[in-house]
């Protein structure tokens, strides 16, 4: 076992949603970094409940699906 990889556990609640810290560990990217695309108007669609982010992770796996690339030059 590579000694060298770490193990995060993801919270999803029981209706599917992820906080931005949680949705970072599960996308693999800071929660900084849905902050900014949010505020961009780019990356996973997600609510805003009682002034927080929560991403769905049915829309998650969407929107990584809509990311597939068959080669480099793809846009």
Known sequence: MNENLESHR?????????????TGLYLGCAPKTLADWASKGKGPEYVMIGGRAFYFQDDLSTWIESRRKRSSADR
């Open 10 to 22: 993801v919270f999803i609640h029981p209706d599917g949603r992820m906080d931005r810290k949680n």
